[in-house]
């Protein structure tokens, strides 16, 4: 999908070679969704508090201006997305629930690619154990052992493929997936229904 050059951001160049450089702007797109995510939500609200009667039309207008740059920071975010695990080296079959990695490959159980594919959407930014609990699985009422346990499984796994990432945890601020920068890495999302 070509995106005008006055679409893109001061920086991006989506024809980086660099996996570093995807990971930068998953991030930053994450950022402007959530922020203009947060910033429609407060216009809806206002908009609800209000008469219908007296509700001006340039508030729809704003909100309709809002909703176009969310789709568009979507978009982005998933051209980044991918446009990282191409560059990263890694093959995710979604139907298989399989990680490749050179001629090696990986099947991860339901939950362990419901880990994964958390960790894998926010790259470098750690998460509490209670958030990835909601996140991965919906379930802010598992135990967090249950989460430590599947984090070992999942290194391990992720240990076997020989890929450049690894699962870093610190105290209070939780777990994030760390990718390495070898010169060597590509990542492909084949997503199947």
Do not use: C
Not at 23 to 39: D, P, T
Not at 92 to 118: C, G, N
Not at 160 to 186: C, E, H
Request: hydrophobic share 40%.
């Amino acid at each position: 999908m070509a995106v005008a050059a006055d679409n893109l951001l001061e920086g991006e160049d989506p024809d980086t070679q660099y996996a570093q450089d995807a990971r930068h702007w998953v991030a930053i797109y994450r950022e402007l969704i959530a922020f203009k995510s947060n910033v429609l939500a407060r216009a809806q609200a206002r908009m609800r508090k209000v008469p219908a009667s007296s509700r001006a039309e340039a508030s729809t207008q704003d909100n309709a201006i809002l909703e176009a740059q969310l789709v568009r920071y979507r978009r982005r975010l998933e051209f980044w997305y991918e446009k990282q695990w191409a560059l990263e080296g890694l093959v995710i079959d979604q139907a298989s629930r399989t990680i490749l990695h050179r001629d090696r490959s990986v099947m991860l159980t339901r939950r362990e690619y419901q880990l994964f594919m958390t960790l894998v959407s926010r790259p470098s930014m750690h998460t509490r154990s209670t958030q990835l609990l909601v996140e991965a699985w919906h379930d802010g009422g598992l135990p967090e052992e249950t989460l430590r346990t599947y984090i070992v499984r999942l290194r391990s796994k992720l240990a076997s493929l020989d890929i450049p990432v690894r699962i870093d945890n610190k105290p209070r601020l939780g777990y994030a997936l760390v990718f390495d920068d070898p010169s060597t890495s590509r990542v492909t999302h084949q997503n199947h229904h």
